[in-house]
């Protein structure tokens, strides 16, 4: 027997040697990263090797386990096991639980897992969100662990240890010039990350040269595992058996370490800490990319199945003996125990061994960090980031370029922040105990993720729930208890419970007393979890998109029926494939979308106009979410598809596939294939409605021989259905009368239910009412079907025979169905003629309107020789309620009036002509502009108030004689009136009302005298009210500016002038409301 | 035939997790929990380090078994389908 070499002195290594290799080591990680996407490039993917995938999943082995697993034999005993066991445990499960999620994560693009739950749960951004958080939350700090090891063990290697027993926290980083090495290896890292984990943005694409790395770097722990393993049994010791033996004679008191159900390691905690290791080997987030996005044949799970635990298990030989013997040569002291793989060789003479197994360390530690950033950053990119974009509605060509550079941000930030965790709260209980505390996390994901797997049922709401239920009691039974203890917060709320209530006391929750602090928690969170979870998905309703979505995940193994496929959608107003192209553009960049179209479209038929047809348009609105998925996530990608094809007006509709539902034998296919296809040309034959259903029931009853055929449709006052078209012996009763609804009657009962009836042979019926019909006629078997729009039934296919018996096969049931489907298109191709022909009727009306409507308006102005004047009116729709006028009195004066009607209705229209009506015919008696304006308020007092309408109108009377302008108003906007001599403007206002509000109002009267040059500009209020781009009104003042600025100009330049400026200013070529114009110079 | 052989590899998996989780858990390993020593060795722990290597052959004699298997099954078919 080899005596145990007793500590000779702790050799060290000097810190720039150490630097130098650890340095050397990450130049090595870059090359094969670098290597590995050379050979993608080159075209072989190194992927493709099972041994790769396998070994990749060993990131899962963190430095806390490659350290931490010692240590924790060395003080726990055997509790270190459950963590490797369970995932052995739940590699059994692999082949049908990881390869559906991969299958799965492949036919959606999944990105990560939050992605993932979001995609099964209606695609929700909420829990998409929600998941990201907690992994933020739970995981981040994490990474700090991982940095603080590999600070550690490189004080460990490179500062010598006073005593044995020194609190290793102790020690800051000694290093040459203060460089603080945590922070140099976390920049080098997230640079990694950035390199080959934010290659694209494409998160679904692979990532060869982080998979490689990390799968070299789970080769490198496990060789430094090995050998500090080897060298610890049979170098110090004389194999396990010494090793044991030694232990349990120098400390028979401590042999609980190797036993179960002790103070320590009771079954329960047991149990517990395999379950969490079960579930964090699946759904932590870094597990998830590895195991799933990343993998590329699902055949490579099944020798991961086996090569994952037995790497377990490798890990795992040695860290008994290493533990018991660290124990043994520090006689007992365990205050190392977390570091005794290094400090064992370090203190025996063997610093290279030393070095190798920090090596090995620096790769546990370099693993997680680089796939956890790349994870976290695609998450919080695609989960936070982009619904806050997406809901800001930012206008950009091209985003592509912001949101790689934001993912690789993303990855700097997680690991600084990391960083930033370890220089704070590096020591802290709750750091220490974040990896279990994490494991517990991820256990949150499990029943939802499952749960979405395999039950159809499970719906968003129960997801949102039971997370954020199973967080809430994780953050309270875990992490408060955390913080208390690293001293953040005050005990008190451990000894007395949440308020001072005792039932809410973390560890005690509702007084559940006597577990460990992880199964007290599992237990809690999962219950509250499990029950919401259950709960809401039996009674909370799902979305049709959302069960289409659960059927997507649950049979992704299930091949398609032709049924299934047969549901065929259309979109209306599709965008074109090259549309397609630009909206991918602008998420993902313009080369990646032309190679995913070309892709794609190699794989599709092209019709001769170079486009995709009508039914390939839907499949292509899938496979563009699907693509964009891959880069920005489920949830956005169908927000984004959503916004634009609903401000396009867009929508998916249900489409009747002639040949989709019909499964035809090979003896009858031709015959029924062949009416089919007639009755798809008479649909599609330009004849009428009537002609066309007559057609295809001629064709029913001759191809089949039947007597009669019959097509009613529903009348909805009446709720009866009423014969539309009749081929064959008319009978009595068959075809003659309207059908009431009731289940009495096989048509009602075809009707109501929305199924098809069949009687293959009258003689065994048991219906009364149509036994007794039945017979009358001499039928012999009948069929009813319904005739289907949008779901519901509108009318009755019926087909009767006096002579056969049993001839409606299952065959010819699909056929007749699909024949009443047809119909069904035939009447919505109808409705929507008849809708077209309406609209156009009624456009036509409106065209005639407008142009009586100009006839109102004075065609041409007098030209006169003491004023000239011109005047413009723009209705802004078809027909328009503004009106102006200029009516010559017997020589000696000329009215000059302008109104508004409010609305651009036909109703304004009306009362536009009723005005004119009136003025034109009481010219002769009422000679005063307030006498005119008093009669016609008089007058519309009673046909305005039943309208709904107002008129204003500003009435003027102008005699040339004496140049005198009297007027008067009724709410009319002021006239302006520019005086020459005096070069001013002035308005012209009077007292007074718009019409049809009061009967008992007075309207003033005004005069004022013109001079030659004056001129006199109406208007309404349409030019006055135009609105520019900023919401800025043209206004009177601008008006006025104008007319002051051109007054050298003839009335008719003035007006066109006018609106040449209002368009400038609006920036469009039409007003939004009508424009009148009228002006009047006075010439010398 | 070859849903139906999935189905029942399926549930051979199923089994196996079920025994596993029975085998290394309360109160099947308190049989093992003793202070008996073989070979040196606490019985635990080898019943541990015993059963977890056999446990992983059993997935590779499983995973082989059930791969040829289904490749065979497919090929049945195949030739069947063109007799």
Redesign the interface.
Known sequence: MIPAKTILSMSIISAKTVLLVSFGYFLLLFLVAWYAEKCRKTGTCLLKNSHVYSLSLAVYCTSWTFYGSVGKAATSG?EF?PIY?GP??????W??LLRKMVRISKQQNITSIADFLSSRYDRSTALGAIVTLFAVFGITPYIALQLKAISQTLDILSVPLATSGTDLYGYASKLPGNIDTAFLVALLLAIFGMLFGARSLDSSEKHEGLVVAVAFESVIKLIAFLAVGIFVTYGLFDG??DV??RF?EQFPER?DL????TEQTP?TK??TL?ILAMMAVMFLPRQFHIMITENIDEQHI??A??KF??YL?LMN?FV?PIALGGLIINGGDTSQADYFVLTLPLSTGHPWLALLVFIGGLSASAGMVMVSSVTIATMILNHLVMPIILKMNIQAQNFSRALINIKRLGILGVILIGYSYFKVIGSSYALVNIGLISFAAATQFGPAVIGGLFWKRANHKAAITGISLGFLLWFYTLLIPAFVRSGWLHSDILQNGLFGIDLFKPLELFGLRGFDIYTHSLFWSMLFNLSAYLTLSFFAQQSKEEQVQAEKFVDV?VEQSPQQVGKLKRISKAPTVMEFVELMSKFIGEKPAQAAIAEYLSHQEIDARGGLSDHEIPNLKSFTERTLAGHVGAAPARIILENYLSARGSEMEDVFDIFGTVTISHADSREQLSVLYEAAQIVSSKENFQKTLDNILELLAQQFKFDLCVIRFLEPESMTLMVKSLVGSSSKHFGQFERNLNMETYIGQAFLSNATTVVNDTDNIDKPISKEHIKRDGITCLAHTPIIIEGDPIGILSAFSKTAKGIFTNEFIALFENLAGQVGIAWRNDQQLQKLLRGREQEREMQIAKEIQKTLLPSNLPDLEHIAIAGLCVPAHQVGGDYYDFIERDNSSYDLIIADVSGHSIGSALIMAETRTFIHARMESIKQPAEMLQALNGYFLKDLDRSDLFVTMFYLQYNPANRRLIYGNAGHNTPLLWKKREQKIVTLDTDGMIFGIKSDITFEQKATDLEAGDILLLYTDGIIEAESKDNVFFGIERLGKLLEECDDLTPQELIDRIMIQGRIFTGMRHFNDDITLVVMKILE | MKESQ?SS??EA??L??IL??IM???PF??IF?T?L?I????E??LY??IG??A???V??LF?RY??TDVQTDSKEVEDKSNP
Do not use: D
């Open positions: 055997l096991l066991l052995t445990l739940i590699a059994f499960t082949w049908f396990f058996i044991f033996q349990l042999q190797l036993r179960l159900g079954y047991w149990f395999i099944k020798s199945m086996w635990p037995a298990f030989l008994l193994f | 999935e590899i399926r998996w199923g196996c997790l596993g989780l290394i858990n309360f390993v308190h929990n202070e020593l070979f040196g060795i606490p635990l722990v541990f380090f977890w290597p446990s992983i052959v997935i590779w995973v059930s791969g």
